[in-house]
Every structure is written in C-alpha cells, then in structure tokens.
C-alpha cells in the first residue's frame, strides 16, 4: 500500500529548522512496519537529519556551509535573484531534496537525537511545499 500527501510548511527564514514535530502532525496512522519518503519540491533548500537537542549543531551547520560555498562569488553567473540564490542551489545540491525514514510500530523510526530538518538557505522566509510518500 503507498499513501502520500503534499504538506506546506510555515514560512521559515534562514537557518537549519526542526520540522520533525510538524511531519508528524500530518501524518495519518502510520503502518506497522515500513517507509517513509520525504521530499521538497524546491532548489533552494534540503532535507537532513541530525541531532535536534543542541541548537549549536544548526549554527556550525549555517557557518560550515557558508565556508563551503559562499555569497558574492565572482565565478557565479546565476545572479539574478539575488548574491543567496546560487550558493543555496549548490547548498541544496550538495545535502539533497529527499530523505528515507524507516517506520517501526506505526512510528518513525528515528534517533534518540535524531531530527528532521528544513535546511533554508534563502535569506527572506519562504513557504516550502513537502510530498510525503508512505509505503507499507
């Protein structure tokens, strides 16, 4: 059986966000057993998962990638929409659009320390579109 349903988030600035809690409030009955696919229908944020109890992990998240591939790059020549939008598509590039979580007894089968996060690399807040795709 597969189920899947697209979700809106709220509108998140900058900044690596914890949007666990916010999946699973849209989230029917989970079956016993199987997977869960998450994927953002945009090119200028990712999906990860990591440690969601120290918020010191998503600030060195932010600086890392900034060292990485930063703004105002004179190689660029995606420049249109702004010094942030090509550096978020290599961001975006670089950590992916998807992510695969198990499903264990009826619930999301992640980490003691794990969560997920909407990586938003744009500097103005936008409203970013998820499918969620369940296969049982």
Known sequence: MIQQKEITLPAFGRGYHIITGIIEEHLSELPETGIMNV?????????????????SVRDDFESTLNDLVPEDNRRYTHT?????????????????????????????????????????????????????????
């Not at 953002?40 to 918020?55: G, R, Y």
């Not at 939008?85 to 499903?103: E, N, W």
């Open 80 to 136: 249109m929409e702004g010094s942030d939008d090509m550096p978020a598509h290599i961001k975006s590039s670089l950590l992916g659009p998807s992510l695969t979580i198990p499903i264990t007894g009826g619930q999301l089968n992640l980490g003691t320390w794990q969560g997920i996060f909407l990586c938003e690399f744009r500097n103005h807040q936008h409203r970013r579109k998820l499918v969620l795709t369940i296969y049982a």
């Open 39 to 55: 994927f953002i229908k945009h090119t200028s944020a990712a999906l990860t998962i990591n440690e969601n109890a120290d918020p």
